[in-house]
């Protein structure tokens, strides 16, 4: 069967709550008037991903569990109204939710509801084959019930990536996930030694690419053993919101990569898309366009050598 799904996405669909803070962490306090306001709208890690890939082009697929409640019906309103085929199997536990404080420089705290999931979720494996057939790469989030669902993805023979997100290095429930991934995503922010945990995938698991963003101070990339740092993209307006960054760099990353670029290009993506993701409120829900993100591309590297930097200390 030819492809006719460039990015299958799976887990990662929710709701999140938006709050507005002074500054984190919060003061104690018995009240703080929030402005501006509290607003509830669809969108998590996979939910990013699946609007960032579709907005560049990529004919995407998104596959996880909602609830038959008003969140779940949020999740089912964004893809209908962005264009995302939505595969959505039944949970009686109710759609993932969570409650996001940012504060005034657009750091923030999650809150995620635990009780939206089971150890005994499963994602149908009959419905996994037929998605992946059709499928030239699967991006998988670390939400459950995923992790089962990696060995048919295997089976299958498509690509895997992932976003291990803020991983510590040394929780187990991350390290199924990294081994089994082709590429592996992370950030930088819980990692004692980010350069050693890089390594430490490539060698105990599949991936012979892992990318660790590290904010404004761009992302390192280490692709056949060989380590570069690649410099932040200015952004194209204010920084207000980080949510969604690390999902809109990998998103433009798999872009470029399903287009047979080179890492280090790959890369220049990704912080193009990530610099614009800090740009949106936290309150809506939008992607860096092709035509914006290859001008974005461009301007690096006009601005700067060609083939990464050597690596400030990690």
């Known amino acids: ?3 006719e799904i460039d990015v299958l996405v799976l887990g990662g669909a929710g709701v999140d709550t938006i709050v507005h803070v002074p500054e984190l962490p919060v003061p104690f306090a018995d009240s703080h008037m929030i402005r501006p306001g509290i607003v509830t709208r669809a969108g998590q890690s996979g939910d990013f991903v699946a609007l960032a890939t579709s907005a560049l082009g990529l004919r995407t697929h998104h596959v996880d569990m909602l609830g038959d409640d008003p969140e779940g019906d949020l999740v089912r309103a ?23 404080l940012v504060g005034p420089d657009g750091r923030r705290l999650s809150l995620y509801d635990a009780t939206r999931s089971a150890e ?4 149908p494996e009959d419905m996994l084959r037929e998605l992946a057939a059709a499928s030239r790469h699967a991006h998988v989030v670390i939400t459950q019930p995923c992790a089962h669902a990696l060995p048919v993805l295997r089976e299958a023979g498509i690509t895997i990536s992932t976003d291990l997100h803020d991983w510590d290095g040394s929780d187990p429930y991350h390290e199924t996930f990294a081994h089994q991934a082709d590429l592996v995503f992370l950030s930088c ?8 945990t890089m390594r430490r995938i490539t060698e105990r698991g599949r991936a012979r690419t892992v990318v660790a963003t590290a904010g404004a101070e761009g992302a390192y990339l280490l ?16 920084v207000v919101d980080s949510n969604g960054a690390g999902d809109a760099f990998a998103a433009a990353y798999l872009h470029a990569w399903l287009h047979a670029a080179p890492p280090h290009h790959c890369a220049l993506h990704g912080t193009v898309a990530g610099a614009y993701a800090c740009t949106v409120p936290s309150t809506r829900t939008e992607s860096i366009g092709p035509e914006q993100l290859r001008a974005g591309v461009a301007e690096l590297e006009r601005a700067r050598p060609s083939g990464g930097q050597g690596c400030p200390p990690l």
């Open 223 to 238: 692709t056949d053993g060989e380590l570069t740092h690649v410099p932040a993209a200015p952004p194209p307006a204010p």
């Open 189 to 196: 922010t819980a990692l004692a030694d980010p350069e050693r």
């Open 120 to 123: 005994t979720d499963r994602l």
């Open 78 to 100: 964004l893809h209908r109204e962005h264009g995302i085929a939505l595969t959505a199997v039944p949970q009686p536990l109710g759609t993932k939710r969570a409650v996001n």
């Open 1 to 3: 069967m030819s492809s």
